[in-house]
Nanobody, 116 residues
């Protein structure tokens, strides 16, 4: 079993930055890929960014050039550095872990609100 705990959400103004953290515990050796998802009110949850154990990353087009996902395997922690935030980035952000292809473990979510 893997447990994920997110932190770092909050209220910021457009153009500012936030860094989200996700600490993993439990059977962390089973984790291959970790990702950040978000869900805005009335919208489907979407994958924002993900990073493999080897460090390969990919991002949804809307955050490319603004968000950076990184991973500290020694600390079992994944980060999402969010720069140049926009009101449309407002959502609940979830950390997730995958042993292979599908994500099967989720954090509780952290709210990010960007005011214009």
């Amino acid at each position: 079993q893997v447990q994920l705990v997110e932190s770092g959400g909050g209220l910021v103004q457009a153009g500012e930055s936030l860094r989200l953290s996700c600490a993993a515990s439990g059977s962390i050796g089973s984790i291959n890929t970790m990702g950040w998802f978000r869900q805005a009110p009335g919208k489907q949850r979407e994958l924002v960014a993900q990073i493999t154990r080897a460090g390969s990353t990919n991002y949804v087009d809307s955050v490319k050039g603004r968000f950076i996902i990184s991973r500290d395997n020694a600390k079992s922690t994944v980060y999402l550095q969010m720069n140049s935030l926009k009101p449309e980035d407002t959502a609940v952000y979830y950390c997730a872990a995958s042993p292979s292809i599908f994500y099967n473990t989720w954090g509780q979510g952290t709210q990010v609100t960007v005011s214009s």
